[in-house]
């Protein structure tokens, strides 16, 4: 008899030994990288059903990829939305807009002004496309990487910075990690750093909305890596039983903090497959293709308001650099992988799109993007005016025991006047006003 403790079972006879599959990378640092088994298929060959037909003939759609733009720049094939040029522009701005905030806080957390930032550089389609393809009264449950939701909606850019600084003008006083932004009065549910509740909450919020016959949908976003989530499942299963009217979007932009894709299940079929196995709408997206993003979020969008159902859409784009300020992306995946990609850089398709149209420059572009650099600048600088991290200039000390009770209890009050008594005895010079310590 094998000892209970043995880490290898005896042989069965004939039978050959089990074996345990652990996905595994294509590239690691320093490998060249080959993406020939990614298969592309040309724009403009994917059929567009209508957007009340059963859910099984989207089947096709959930393994192809629903792309626009071709190799020349132009917008082929059922799938193009037919965007007049100023939409196509302010689209685009939106996008530039979006990176160049990306790039300014990113330095703001370096030179130590806020503890941490996530960029979404290589996948703005994904959001600013999507904001537009969707009423501006339709609520977004978003993930971390969609402040091009807000951008797209006119947020003001100060509030966003005030925010990511935690200063006394952050209007979540302080109290969310630096971009878990929340603007209820733009359609922007509050970001959650526990990843993948926002799927249930956006069929929760979207079965309201049908229940009290309002017009107004529901759509959210995950990463590749957080549908893997026992809320992902939930949230499909609430979502087909009630027939929720809500958009579900899984941006597989190809890696997790430090895992790829794989670990989520990308090895065995596509994300926009499992929508198959729950008997709802999917869809597959080149999510660096602007027009594509638009029409399959307002094919989705038409659907949900007509009482069509739920749909699932896979954005299959990639992380251009680190999952946030915390991670090094060079320590588990080649540095090639970005140049790479075949599916080319979001903005730079759509700039070239509108300079076959006759309607944009590349001179116009560098304009628009120091423009834009200035923009976000001036709206650091006005947003240091409040305070950064670690500077002062906070709310006062008293508000941490605020907001959870509509009356203060008795006992919390005299906590708070224990903590402020404490803290006026180890720094005599602070004062209640927040204003210096």
């Known amino acids: 008899m094998a000892d209970s403790g043995s880490n290898s079972a005896p042989p069965r006879g004939n039978l050959p030994p089990l074996q345990l599959h652990v996905p595994e990378p294509r590239f ?27 859910a099984s003939e989207t089947k096709p759609l959930c393994v192809d990829l629903i792309r626009v733009l071709d190799e020349d720049h132009r917008a082929v094939g059922p799938w193009d939305p037919k ?9 685009l701005r939106t996008m530039a807009l979006t990176r160049a905030f990306d790039d300014r806080l990113y330095r703001s957390q370096r030179q130590g002004k806020t503890s941490f930032y996530m960029k979404c550089t290589g996948e703005e389609a994904t959001s600013v496309a999507s904001a537009y ?27 966003m910075v005030n925010q990511i600084y935690s200063n006394r003008a952050d209007k979540l006083k302080g109290r969310q990690l630096p971009i878990m932004y929340s603007a209820r009065d733009y359609g922007f549910f509050t970001i959650s750093g526990n ?6 909450q956006a069929v929760g919020w979207a079965m309201a909305s049908a229940i009290k016959g309002d017009t107004r949908i529901a759509t959210a976003f995950i990463g590749e890596g957080s549908s893997a989530e026992g809320d992902f499942h939930a949230a499909m299963t609430f979502a087909t039983v009630y027939n929720a009217p809500v958009v ?25 497959a499992r929508a198959e196995g729950y008997g709802i709408a999917g869809l597959r997206v080149d999510g660096n293709d602007a027009l594509a993003v638009y029409a399959a979020t307002r094919w989705a969008a038409d659907r949900a308001r007509a009482n069509g159902g739920p749909t699932l859409i896979e954005h299959f784009t990639y992380r251009a650099e680190g999952h946030s300020t915390s991670d090094d992306p060079s320590a588990y995946r080649s540095a090639q992988e970005r140049q790479e990609w075949p599916l080319g850089d979001p903005i730079a398709r759509l700039m070239h799109h509108l300079i076959a149209l006759g309607e944009w420059s590349e001179e116009q572009q560098a304009a628009m993007d120091r423009e834009l650099a200035e923009q976000v600048k001036a709206a650091t600088k006005e947003a240091e005016k409040n305070g950064i991290l670690g500077h002062g200039l906070h709310h006062p000390f008293h508000t941490m025991f605020e907001d959870v009770f509509e009356e203060l209890p008795w006992h919390l ?19 209640e006003d927040g204003e210096t310590r």
């Open 28 to 54: 690691r640092p320093g490998d060249t990288v080959d993406y020939s088994h990614i298969d592309i298929p040309p724009a403009g060959a994917q059929p567009r059903p209508d957007e009340t037909c059963p």
């Open 83 to 91: 965007l007049d040029a100023e939409t196509l522009r302010r689209m």
């Open 133 to 159: 393809a969707l009423d501006r009264q339709d609520m977004v449950f978003p993930s971390y990487r969609q402040q091009g939701v807000l951008i797209a909606r006119d947020y003001p850019l100060l509030e």
């Open 195 to 200: 990843l993948a509740t926002q799927f249930p």
């Open 248 to 272: 579900l979007n899984v941006v597989n932009n190809q890696w997790a903090i430090s895992s790829f894709s794989g670990f989520a299940g990308a090895e065995r079929a596509t994300f926009a």
């Open 413 to 431: 009050e005299e906590q708070a006047e224990q903590a402020i008594r404490e803290r006026r005895t180890k720094w005599p010079e602070w004062k």
